[in-house]
């Protein structure tokens, strides 16, 4: 199989998305053009040629951080129609890229919950998911209560990605336990939560 060519253009973007994300979970966001830019290896020039300023870079990280995850995570669901095992897979990937990707991960925890266009990211597919679940009767909460749902596993799942951090659990443990909790918090019968759970993890292409 041939490797995807990129053009030169987009390899400098994902370079400065890349310096980008590394620095500002360091530093936090009130990082100057000139050091972004310098962290990427371009021109301060330059980088206004993919950025309009350094608010622009972050909502560009902010949405990507979730988006390229969700995507492979919901196109791994084809077939698979139970909202549980769909939500457990879900919350197990997360916790499989924290140990694959610390960057991505520590970017994650200092400000997935503070951003809102992040948040709407992950409620897209996560809200989807326990609609079903409440539609089939395998989850049991109030319509009213679904935005904080939402909060509530992105709160648990990034706690997850903390104890896989911090080298307290693996990711494979923090998958599988976050997953039980957060499907038995929805109204998911215990042995159906640790079945699925543990359950044969999907793969993502």
């Known amino acids: 199989m041939c490797a995807i060519q990129i053009s030169k253009a987009e390899r400098t973007r994902l370079s400065i998305q890349k310096a980008g994300r590394q620095v500002l979970s360091e530093r936090g966001l009130c990082v100057p053009i000139n050091e972004l830019a310098a962290a ?35 196109n791994s669901f084809e077939q698979i129609s139970d909202p549980a095992l769909r939500v457990a897979n879900g919350i197990r990937h997360y916790c499989l890229r924290a140990a694959a ?23 897209k597919s996560l809200l989807r998911d326990v609609r079903l679940g409440v539609q089939s009767g395998i989850f ?13 596993v992105g709160g648990a799942v990034l706690s997850a990605i903390s104890a896989v951090r911090m080298g307290l659990l693996s990711a494979e443990q923090a998958g599988q336990q976050t997953a039980e909790l957060v499907l038995r918090a929805l109204g998911d019968e215990l042995e159906h939560a640790q079945e699925i759970s543990r359950a044969t993890l999907t793969t993502l292409d």
């Open 101 to 123: 990707d610390p960057e991505w991960a520590d970017f994650m925890l200092r400000f997935a919950l503070t951003q809102s266009k992040l948040v709407a990211v992950m409620e």
């Open 140 to 152: 049991r909460l109030p319509q009213s209560q679904e935005i904080m749902v939402v909060l509530m």
């Open 40 to 74: 990427a290896g371009v021109s301060r020039a330059n980088f206004y040629n993919y950025f309009a300023s350094a608010e622009a870079l972050f909502d560009s990280l902010i949405v990507d951080a979730a988006l390229e995850l969700n995507t492979l995570i919901d």
